[in-house]
Each structure stands twice: as C-alpha cells, then as structure tokens.
C-alpha cells in the first residue's frame, strides 16, 4: 500500500476516553477484516475481526464497525489506557487472498 | 498458547551478503505469509504458501525467494543485499478452511534486519 512515511495520522486522547479509529478499505469484493494493534518494534497483534455479513461486532472494550456502502471501517475503543498506545492497522482480504493493509493510525494515550 | 516463532530477531549484515530468515508457524496452521515494514509503513505483503506450495506473490524482489517446508515452517532467502532492504520482517500463519475462507493470520514478534 502507500506508505505515509514516518508521519502517520495520529489520534492523541486522555486516559478513560473513547477513541474512534477509522479506516477506509479499497476493494469493495473484500469479505474479511480485522484491526491489528502494533507496539513499536513489535508484529502486529490481533485485535477484532469482522466479515462482510455483519456490520457490527463487539469484544472486549471494543467494537468494529463495517459500512460496506461506502467501504469504511471502525474501531472504537472504550475507557481508553495508556497501554492502548499503539499504531493501529486495519487490513482486508477476498476469500483465501492475502491480507492488504491500510494506513496505519497511531493512538497516544495520555494519563 | 503458541506463537508464530521467528528466527533471529535480529540481524546485522553487510551489502551483497546473503540472509536466511526462519518462521515457525502456529500448529496446525497451513498457511505462511511473509511481509516487509519499513519504518513508519505497513506491513507490505511478499509471498505466501499454502501446504509447501506458492500461494500467492506480493512485492518480493528477484533476489529474494523462500519455501515452505513439509513441517510447515518457512524460510525467506535473501541474496545480495541492499541498503534499502533493511527493515522488519514478519511471519504471518492462518488455517485454510474448505469453505473458502482463510482464519485470522497471526503475526510472529519479526526479525530486524540492519544492512550496513
């Protein structure tokens, strides 16, 4: 995908708030989609999934919301932590077709 | 429960040398995925396999190749190395299911490659 370099877009909020991480998908076939959390120097870890049949699903602290209509993506996450702070990738995929990340969002958590 | 191993987490090579990195993935999992992420980017997708067999091709430059081997773990070959080739590299391994859909792929913790 396009790289934003080293000036990723960034979402800074207060210890206890809830965020809203957006994202926009470029294939409109895509079927699957997940949100990774990923910790400087660290491999992305898995945060939520959602497929293409649901335009909502919740886990803990937080939930994925799917506009299929106009590709969009969220994810929101309640009572916020420091330990939140992350960059945070949502990717996409067709069927058995490889993952296409989106820009990533880094997320400052404040005490 | 278990991770996506990699192997080394690090590593420091010289212009035009080669590098072997080395993925373990999940148990049972029959898929690998490698990706590249330069700092500040997401991870760009290489190659992938599917029970020992090229699945799919991503950005992967002709200098590079890899497999998968009959215990599913995966190897990416570089050769020649280049300024521009360092970066983290990841493993990713998911399960194929019959009905047409891949599971979540999982991330290993990525070997820093450093070429100086």
């Known amino acids: 995908g396009e790289s934003v370099g080293l000036h990723l877009p960034t979402l800074s909020v207060q210890e206890g708030d809830n965020s809203i991480i957006n994202c926009a998908y470029s294939?409109?076939?895509?079927?699957?989609f997940i949100w990774y959390k990923q910790e400087s120097g660290k491999g992305p870890q898995f945060i939520i999934d959602?497929?293409?049949?649901?335009d909502k699903r919740q886990g803990q602290r937080v939930t994925v919301l799917l506009n299929k209509t106009v590709k969009h993506l969220s994810l929101q996450i309640a009572a916020t932590q420091p330990g939140d702070s992350a960059v945070y990738f949502c990717?996409?995929?067709?069927?058995?077709?490889?993952?296409?990340f989106g820009k990533g969002t880094m997320l400052l958590v404040s005490p | 429960a278990a991770g996506v191993i990699q192997s080394p987490r690090h590593l420091i090579k010289e212009k035009r040398e080669t590098a072997t990195l080395k993925c373990y993935p999940i148990?049972?999992?029959?898929?690998v995925y490698w990706y590249q992420q330069g700092p500040g980017q997401d991870p760009q997708f290489l190659i992938s396999?599917?029970?020992?067999?090229?699945?799919d091709k991503g950005s992967i430059p002709d200098r590079f190749s890899a497999q998968q081997f009959s215990d599913y773990h995966s190897e990416l070959n570089m050769s020649s190395l280049e300024l521009g080739d360092s970066a983290l590299y990841f493993c990713?391994?998911?399960?194929?299911?019959?009905?047409?859909?891949?599971?979540?792929?999982?991330f290993g913790p990525g070997t820093r490659l450093t070429v100086l």
């Open positions: 148990p049972r999992h029959d898929t």
């Open positions: 294939n409109s076939a895509s079927d699957y």
């Open positions: 990717a996409e995929s067709f069927g058995y077709s490889t993952l296409t």
């Open positions: 396999f599917y029970e020992k067999m090229q699945s």
């Open positions: 990713a391994s998911t399960k194929r299911f019959s009905s047409g859909y891949t599971d979540t792929q999982y």
């Open positions: 959602i497929r293409s049949n649901m």
